[in-house]
């Protein structure tokens, strides 16, 4: 049965098995403020925050418990404002289909999904240590929660080790499209901070108009967990520079 308002407080949930033969199909609906991994298994849903605020269930509803090995398995994102995909099948994963959900606003927002799948079986024996768990080493993010100092770029696989060439190649075509044969130099290594379920680099370019006029601008970018720009954004601080973006 479902956990009721006491799901809002835990990572656990039980799953409301509603019946019916035929294919497959879990619903789930959590709030989310950060990054956050779904993960279901048999009649059961598990919530790992990997940055940000704690995520919360809101519901999970099955037809029949996900098998161990579920044949023809996919996953089908219904709602929310930022990302949510398949990041492991329960295929080759003890059984334990995983959803990644990487919400790019602020403050919490709900989120909708569906697994599907047609038969299977659970041959396999024991669950052998239950819910899956990872630190992101290679996956595009930070590990761990937040606080605290963070590693420097590079160091253990923590990071996506795009996050720097990203935001600078981002404001360069930002420079570049309201100064058309600019140039750009950045200088030194950017700052990079933790913000919630982001990253924010900022640092300083030297700039040269096209006509050869010198200057300088501070920029910053928010980044997401998997190298993408979320915003970005510069300020001219010497020289020509062109306009400020609006």
Avoid at 8 to 32: H, L, P
Avoid at 44 to 71: D, E
Avoid at 186 to 192: N, R, T
Avoid at 194 to 218: H, L, P, T, Y
Wanted: glycine share 20%.
């Amino acid at each position: 049965m479902l956990l009721g308002v006491s799901g809002w407080a835990q990572n656990t949930i039980n799953a409301r098995i509603t019946g019916g033969g035929g294919s497959g199909k879990c619903t789930f609906e959590v709030r989310v403020d950060g990054v956050a991994n779904v993960q279901i298994r048999g009649g059961q849903g598990y919530l790992q925050n990997k940055a940000g605020m704690p995520p919360q269930w809101v519901r999970l509803q099955c037809n029949q418990p996900l098998p161990r090995n579920p044949n023809n398995f996919r996953f089908k994102g219904i709602d929310g404002r930022g990302k949510q995909y398949l990041l492991k099948d329960p295929n080759g994963n003890n059984g334990v289909a995983i959803i990644r959900i990487e919400d790019n606003g602020s403050g919490m927002e709900g989120y909708t999904g569906d697994i599907l799948w047609n038969g299977g079986n659970n041959n396999g024996g024991s669950w052998n240590g239950g819910w899956w768990n990872d630190n992101w080493n290679g996956g595009g993010g930070w590990g761990g929660g937040g606080g605290g100092p963070m590693p420097p770029p590079g160091g253990g696989g923590q990071w996506n080790n795009n996050l720097v060439p990203n935001c600078q190649n981002n404001i360069r075509n930002k420079f570049n499209s309201q100064m058309r044969g600019a140039s750009l130099n950045f200088i030194g290594q950017p700052s990079m901070n933790q913000a919630g379920a982001f990253v924010r680099v900022a640092g300083n370019a030297n700039v040269r108009d096209n006509q050869g006029r010198m200057g300088q601008i501070s920029y910053q970018c928010t980044m997401q967990p998997n190298g993408n720009v979320a915003d970005s954004s510069y300020n001219v601080t010497q020289g020509p520079g062109g306009p400020q973006p609006r």
